[in-house]
């Protein structure tokens, strides 16, 4: 359990829209979804931020992006956007040790009916 004291930093990338191959039935086989994903990672933050901080002291948030478009491999199926969300987290974990969880959170976008939002949220903490 995380420790309810603990200073945490928290990178953010909401509402990344993009399509992937996924999808459990036959007919979604072969064809791109719109997927809108969003990823949080928990960090421990440094003990002080000043104004000359750079960035090597944090993470780029441009990275979780990066993770959830060119990140994905091409070309590959992932029956269950869990696989998705697994794959986002892996990548993210291998890029950076000081990532110590993971959630990411997938809505298909071409299921819901009206308002519905249908999909997942995968958190992870670092294995
Ligand atoms: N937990 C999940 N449930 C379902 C998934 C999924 O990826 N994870 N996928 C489907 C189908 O592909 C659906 O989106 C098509 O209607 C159903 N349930």
Known sequence: MTDPKK???????ADIETD???GIYSEETGKPQPLRITIEA???????????TTLDASKNYMDLRHA??????????????EAVGDHICETLFLQDERIEAIS??????????GSEKIGITLHRERP
């Open 104 to 113: 990411v959170t997938i809505v298909k976008l071409a299921i819901g009916i």
């Open 20 to 22: 992937v191959l996924t």
């Open 68 to 81: 959830a478009t060119e990140g994905l491999p091409e070309g590959v199926h992932f029956k269950l956007i």
């Open 42 to 52: 928990r960090m421990s933050p440094q003990p002080a931020y000043d104004p000359d």
């Open 7 to 13: 200073d945490t930093l928290i990178l953010r990338v």
